[in-house]
Every structure is written in C-alpha cells, then in structure tokens.
C-alpha cells in the first residue's frame, strides 16, 4: 500500500497517528486482543474475532480480517476498522520513544524470562533478565530454540513470550527501564526466581530424566479467556509425565482479581432492561436475587441511582442469607466458589503473584475451601469514592474478607471483584 493510501485511510477513516509503522502495531494489539470490532464509517458493523488474530504482513491493511456478525462467519478488511476501535499513543520524543504500555504485562514478559534463567542457569539477576530481553533474541510468540541445562541426564528448556505489539515493544526497549517502577519489579521477580524455584530445580536434577521444560507467558489468550498468565511445565518423555504450574501475574497495591461487565459505559447505547438483565444475573453468581430492587433500577432516571438500587439489594439479600446460616453454609461457599472463579476460572492450581516495589506474594485461592466450617461473614452497603459496594467482612472483627464496587466512566460500567486483607491472610501462601 503507497504511503499517500495510507495516509488517506489513517485520516479520514482511522483518525490516528499517520506513522505506518505505529498505526499497523496499534491495529495488530487490536486483533490480538480480539473480541467486538467496530467496522465502517460510522462504526455500525461489529465483526468477533477471535483473540490471536494478525495482520499479513504482506497484506497490511488490505488484510480480510476474518470474524462472525450475528454467528455468520464474514471477513471484512482491516483498513475498515472505526477509528473509536484504535489508538496510538507514544510517551517521550524521537526515534527511541516508548509506547505506552501495561506495567503488569510486560511484568508477565519479565517474569517467564526470570523463571527461563533462573532454571538455565541456575540463578538471575534483574540487570540479566533486562539485558535478556532487550537482546533481541525473543520473538513475540515464538518459542526460543531448546537450550541445554548443564547438569546430567541433559534437560532442554525454551521461553515463548506473546504480548500485545505495545507491551512486547516495550518490553524489549531498553528505555523501558528508566520507568523505577518497572525496574523495582524487575529486581522483585529476581528475588522469586531465586527463592521459590529451589525446590523445582531439585525435582528436575534428581529424577534422572530427560526433561523438556517451557516456560510460557501469554499476555494475550489471558486477556480473554483464562486467567493464567505464566505457565511452567515440564515433560518427561520415557514416562510420558507433565507437571505444570500455573501463575496468575499481578503487581504493585492492586486488589483487583475480578471484574465483570455492568452492561456498558455510560455513553452506551445500551437499554436500561438489559443493563437490569446483566446486572441482575451478576449477582445470582454471588447467591443474592435483587428482584426486589427491579422497579427501582428500571424507574429512577439517573443511571448511578439505579445501580445504587441493585447494589443496596445485593447486600440485603446476602446480609439475610448470611445471618441465617445452617452448618451448610451455602451462600458463603457460593460466595467463596464465585471468587475462586474470578480468580482463576476453570485453572484450579492457578496461584496468584503479586509482585510489588520490593516483595511479592503468593495466593492460592484453593485455601479458601479450609475455612468454611469455622468463618461468620456478613455483607454490608458501603460508598467508596461516591460508588455503590457491597463489602463481605467478618462478623466479629469487622476485617474486610473482599468487596464488590462500582466502576464508573463514560466508555466502561463494570463490576470490581476486589480483595480484602482478611482474604490475603487467608490464601497467602509464599512471600519474599
């Protein structure tokens, strides 16, 4: 495609950066991630595609973006996607700029290279792990080729990192790492790697196998559909054995595990009788019916309000349950199995590492299970910051176990699964 065709489309159909090179990274983030794409002028077609999807590298922008209207399978070119659908956008100047980017995705990229040379050679550092991926020997979602591991019986291991083109471009760019955040994670995933490999390292030497390790971190299928982040496994070929071990990524102070859709920002267009049928849905998962809050959700004229409405239900209904509790404790397992979920969806040894400034954590939601029989919750309404949630504490010391809150803005209405320091002290597993 001739720069002036590009430069036209970028314009008056795109309305972005007219930088080739940017434009077509951006739009491939888009594909990647997948999901409801807005087509035409007006952005009134909207194409499913399938997380993964690329660009032909030939192809460009005439590349037939293959996708399902309505469960019809169509193919619609890229160069016709709305301009509300892409983004670029660069922070700092020249040609070494950096795109802006996920901190806890490229903390995935950090974190599979830290765990690839740790066990390559056993141990790391974080100046190695950045100078690791910064050397250009990774290609995003390629695996590298099988290194041998220097012990007997000989072991292979290879690294496949997949981020979106911004993270992944960020990742291996050096500037990068001027961001202290960035670099403090770096230094805390050196000190996992170190420490909690051990025990794994031992395992592979001594079984006297032949083993093929892959280290996997896929910042792009998690976005979607699991929640697993990095994988470790191995496989032994003469018994035809794989252990694996799942980790969920997260990083700095967030609380957030969860979330889920409240029917669309505040822009869209969306009917307020399926917002009700979305959110109302939402709380079934959590063993609450707010059928009682229904003429007010669906009658009051300010949105926010009628959110209220179902959020001061939830809390009721639960806060009723709770109390009436028999020694089944069912709303509190229903309420413990829906947070496993939104942690770790159908993956069960999924652990969650947080990896802050200087230390990290280890969650294993299974532990959850353990306290059934001996913990009292109770839900109450509460505002944070002028929002409707609904908090699940415990009955005596009042220490908040988790919450549920509002999430407001004009393009995104959604719900916060959101952990508390009672469900930290609970599922903690590891720390460092």
């Known amino acids: 495609m001739r720069y002036v065709e590009f430069k036209k489309i970028a314009e008056e159909i795109v309305g972005v950066s007219t930088d080739p090179s940017k434009y077509l990274n951006a739009v491939n983030s888009l594909l990647l991630k997948g999901g409801e794409i807005p087509f035409g002028k007006q952005g009134e077609t909207k194409l499913t595609v399938q997380p993964g999807t690329k660009l032909d590298p030939t192809l460009g922008l005439d590349t037939p973006v293959k996708g399902k209207i309505n469960g019809a399978d169509t193919e619609l070119p890229a160069k016709k996607i709305h301009k509300s659908a892409v983004r670029v956008k660069q922070i700092g100047v020249g040609s070494d700029q950096v795109e802006r980017f996920n901190r806890g995705n490229v903390a995935e990229g950090l974190f599979g290279a830290g765990l690839f040379l740790a066990l390559r050679d056993g141990k790391t550092s974080a100046g190695q792990i950045i100078n690791f991926v910064t050397s250009k020997t990774i290609t995003n979602g390629a695996p590298t080729q099988p290194v041998k591991i220097d012990h007997i019986p000989v072991d292979t291991i290879t690294l496949k990192v997949s981020l979106a083109p911004n993270n992944f471009n960020a990742l291996a760019n050096i500037k990068s790492y001027e961001d202290p955040i960035l670099k403090a994670y770096a230094k805390t995933i050196e000190k996992f790697c170190n420490i909690e490999l051990v025990e794994i390292k031992k395992v592979l ?6 083993d093929a390790i892959e280290v996997i971190a896929d910042g792009i299928s998690a976005e979607k559909l699991t929640k697993v982040d990095v994988v470790l496994k191995y496989k032994n070929k003469e018994e035809q054995q794989t252990l694996t071990y799942e980790y969920s990524v997260k990083t700095g102070e967030i609380k957030q595990f969860g979330q889920s859709s409240a029917g669309g920002g505040v822009e869209s267009k969306i009917s307020r009788s399926e917002r ?9 998962t959590w063993g609450a019916d707010i059928d009682r ?3 007010e959700f669906m009658g009051v004229k300010d949105l926010a309000q009628a959110y209220d409405f179902s959020y001061y239900a939830a809390a009721q209904e639960l806060e009723n349950e709770l109390k009436s509790e028999t020694d089944e404790r069912e709303t509190l397992k229903k309420i413990i199995s829906t947070a496993q979920w939104h942690a770790r969806r ?3 040894n999924t652990k969650l590492v947080n990896f802050g400034k200087e230390t990290y954590q280890v969650l294993d939601f299974q532990k959850l299970n353990d306290v059934v029989a001996h913990t009292n919750v109770r839900a109450r309404f509460v505002r944070t910051k002028g929002r409707a949630e609904v ?6 010391s009042k220490e908040l176990f988790m919450s549920m809150r509002l999430y407001w803005s004009k393009k995104k209405i959604s719900n916060y699964i959101e952990k508390g320091p009672l469900l930290d002290k609970i599922t903690k597993v590891k720390e460092g």
């Open 205 to 210: 030497q001594d079984n006297q196998k032949n």
């Open 276 to 284: 009700w049928s979305i959110q109302k849905a939402f709380w079934e």
């Open 293 to 295: 809050a229904e003429d």
């Open 346 to 348: 159908d993956s069960p």
């Open 391 to 396: 908090q699940i504490i415990d009955a005596k």
